[in-house]
């Protein structure tokens, strides 16, 4: 479970976020909608540690993120995170850039990270792509490869940030695919998207950001049938 | 008809210089850029302003002219008694004078690697440690390695002035040749053909590396 309670978050003398209270039950998929500078990416990064909060208390499985005392590395091999741009390791063949943090960060040997890293390209598409370096590859196979490297190191929790708003649209559809597949696997997930119809389909619930705050939040039916706060009528208004 | 009284013992000469050449090279290119890491590194992780005092002494080291630094270097390790011998001074001098280019290649090397990327590397769990070690310094390698063996082959060149230490380098023992034999063009034409015959292997590496890990970018 991850709770997020009354989070606040600024960037210089810009408040990005203004009080979030969140919370994401195991196999719940939350998408979060909202226009650009509304805070919603800020709060994926906040969840695993990548940044830091200015007030409030993020939990995840009970584990306070933000706490001294906290192992973040460790924390965050159960949190997965997946970003607008895929970052590939240029370096790295496809299936070395899979393998590279189970090895590293949870020790397994290479036959275990081989296996779990063929079966992780495999599930999103990619098993005939294995010694292929990234650059080789569309922005799509890209993405569904770093889904694969998050998916790899058996996260309990996935955090999708814009994933496809960097891709061709005809690149769009397969990543999007890759998604749905997790969302119906029962993956814990948190997505943030632009892609309405996607979070309609997929959501167990949606939040609707407006200027650092959580302006409603709502079962997909209920958001996107009848929205009650005026921001979100105007958003969706101006997205359809 | 050519004829040279240059004899095999004089060319036996000019290879004591070349290995000289080539020892204090390698000691200082070593040294230097070990050292170049570590303070790219440090300059890279404390910013511009905690690293300003390093910066500034790196930027004395480049800028003084060598010689400068191995005269004043010879006369400050006699003042203070330190003892050393002209090699230790001229490896000393040249370790630091490679150590300041050094740090900038690896600061640039470093910078090159997004900052995207090492977010990601972090996001699946890795230490700082980790992520320098397989994300970075990989990355980094490549794109500061034609620089790098720019800085190698101008240190080796540029090592010729620790003759005024004493030290019979190359191009020492070429000078020594000059003078007894009188014959300057034939004796700096080995010469030179010697400092390219060490340089050109290195060029070459270089050229192989960059060839070899082309294909993954």
Same mark, same amino acid.
């Given at each position: 479970?991850?709770?997020?309670?009354?989070?606040?978050?600024?960037?210089?003398?810009?408040?990005?976020?203004?009080?979030?209270?969140?919370?994401?039950?195991?196999?719940?998929?939350?998408?979060?909608?909202?226009?650009?500078?509304?805070? /919603?990416?800020?709060?994926?990064?906040?969840?695993?540690?990548?940044?830091?909060?200015?007030?409030?208390?993020?939990?995840?499985?009970?584990?306070?993120?933000?706490?001294?005392?906290?192992?973040?590395?460790?924390?965050?091999?159960?949190?997965?995170?997946?970003?607008?741009?895929?970052?590939?390791?240029?370096?790295?063949?496809?299936?070395?850039?899979?393998?590279?943090?189970?090895?590293?960060?949870?020790?397994?040997? /290479?036959?275990?990270?081989?296996?779990?890293?063929?079966?992780?390209?495999?599930?999103?598409?990619?098993?005939?792509?294995?010694?292929?370096?990234?650059?080789?590859?569309?922005?799509?196979?890209?993405?569904?490869?770093?889904?694969?490297?998050?998916?790899?190191?058996?996260?309990?929790?996935?955090?999708?940030?814009?994933?496809?708003?960097?891709?061709?649209?005809?690149?769009?559809?397969?990543? %999007?695919?890759? +998604?749905?597949? +997790?969302?119906?696997? !029962?993956?814990?997930?948190? &997505?943030?998207?632009?892609?309405?119809?996607?979070?309609?389909?997929?959501?167990?619930?949606?939040?609707?950001?407006?200027?650092?705050?959580?302006?409603?939040?709502?079962?997909?039916?209920?958001?996107?049938?009848?929205?009650?706060?005026?921001?979100?009528?105007?958003?969706?208004?101006?997205?359809? | 008809?050519?004829?040279?009284?240059?004899?095999?013992?004089?060319?036996?000469?000019?290879?004591?210089?070349?290995?000289?050449?080539?020892?204090?090279?390698?000691?200082?290119?070593?040294?230097?850029?070990?050292?170049?890491?570590?303070?790219?590194?440090?300059?890279?992780?404390?910013?511009?302003?905690?690293?300003?005092?390093?910066?500034?002494?790196?930027?004395?080291?480049?800028?003084?002219?060598?010689?400068?630094?191995?005269?004043?270097?010879?006369?400050?390790?006699?003042?203070?008694?330190?003892?050393?011998?002209?090699?230790?001074?001229? &490896?000393?001098?040249?370790?630091?004078?490679?150590?300041?280019? &050094?740090?900038?290649?690896?600061?640039?090397?470093?910078?090159?690697?997004?900052?995207?990327?090492?977010?990601?590397?972090?996001?699946?769990?890795?230490?700082?440690?980790?992520?320098?070690?397989?994300?970075?310094?990989?990355?980094?390698?490549?794109?500061?390695?034609?620089?790098?063996?720019?800085?190698?082959?101008?240190?080796?060149?540029?090592?010729?002035?620790?003759?005024?230490?004493?030290?019979?380098? +190359?191009?020492?023992?070429?000078?020594?040749?000059?003078?007894?034999?009188?014959?300057?063009?034939?004796?700096?034409?080995? &010469?030179?053909?010697?400092?390219?015959?060490?340089?050109?292997?290195?060029?070459? %590496? !270089?050229?192989?590396?960059?060839?070899?890990?082309?294909?993954?970018?």
């Amino acid at each position: 479970m991850i709770e997020i309670e009354n989070v606040r978050k600024s960037f210089g003398t810009l408040e990005v976020l203004k009080g979030i209270d969140l919370t994401v039950k195991k196999g719940e998929v939350v998408t979060v909608i909202g226009g650009s500078g509304s805070g /919603k990416s800020t709060l994926l990064t906040c969840i695993n540690g990548l940044e830091p909060i200015d007030a409030g208390r993020i939990k995840v499985d009970g584990t306070e993120v933000h706490a001294k005392s906290t192992d973040l590395n460790k924390l965050r091999s159960k949190i997965g995170i997946v970003f607008q741009q895929w970052n590939a390791f240029p370096h790295l063949t496809v299936l070395e850039n899979v393998m590279l943090a189970p090895r590293k960060v949870l020790g397994q040997s /290479k036959q275990a990270a081989e296996e779990m890293a063929v079966k992780q390209l495999t599930h999103v598409g990619l098993g005939e792509k294995l010694s292929v370096y990234p650059n080789r590859m569309s922005g799509g196979q890209q993405q569904r490869m770093a889904i694969a490297r998050a998916l790899a190191m058996s996260p309990e929790y996935m955090l999708f940030d814009e994933v496809t708003s960097a891709l061709d649209p005809q690149l769009v559809g397969e990543v %999007l695919d890759t +998604l749905r597949m +997790l969302a119906s696997e !029962g993956m814990t997930m948190i &997505c943030v998207t632009h892609e309405m119809k996607f979070a309609r389909e997929v959501s167990d619930r949606v939040a609707f950001f407006h200027k650092g705050v959580m302006a409603e939040i709502a079962p997909p039916e209920a958001l996107f049938g009848a929205p009650k706060d005026p921001e979100l009528q105007k958003f969706l208004a101006a997205t359809h | 008809m050519f004829s040279t009284a240059l004899t095999w013992s004089d060319l036996a000469f000019l290879a004591q210089g070349a290995a000289m050449t080539l020892a204090v090279t390698a000691v200082s290119v070593a040294a230097g850029t070990l050292l170049g890491i570590l303070f790219g590194v440090i300059r890279v992780q404390a910013g511009p302003y905690w690293s300003m005092p390093l910066t500034f002494v790196l930027d004395v080291f480049r800028s003084v002219p060598l010689l400068i630094q191995l005269v004043l270097a010879n006369a400050f390790q006699s003042i203070a008694k330190l003892g050393w011998a002209p090699f230790t001074t001229s &490896c000393v001098v040249l370790s630091l004078y490679t150590a300041a280019y &050094c740090t900038e290649i690896v600061r640039g090397g470093i910078s090159s690697v997004p900052a995207t990327t090492r977010r990601a590397a972090r996001s699946l769990g890795m230490t700082w440690w980790q992520d320098m070690r397989y994300i970075v310094a990989p990355l980094a390698t490549r794109v500061s390695l034609p620089s790098w063996i720019g800085l190698t082959l101008g240190v080796m060149k540029d090592s010729a002035l620790v003759l005024w230490l004493g030290l019979i380098e +190359l191009l020492r023992a070429s000078q020594i040749l000059v003078t007894r034999l009188q014959e300057p063009l034939f004796i700096l034409l080995i &010469c030179g053909a010697i400092y390219f015959l060490i340089s050109f292997p290195i060029a070459r %590496l !270089g050229g192989y590396l960059e060839k070899r890990w082309s294909p993954n970018d």
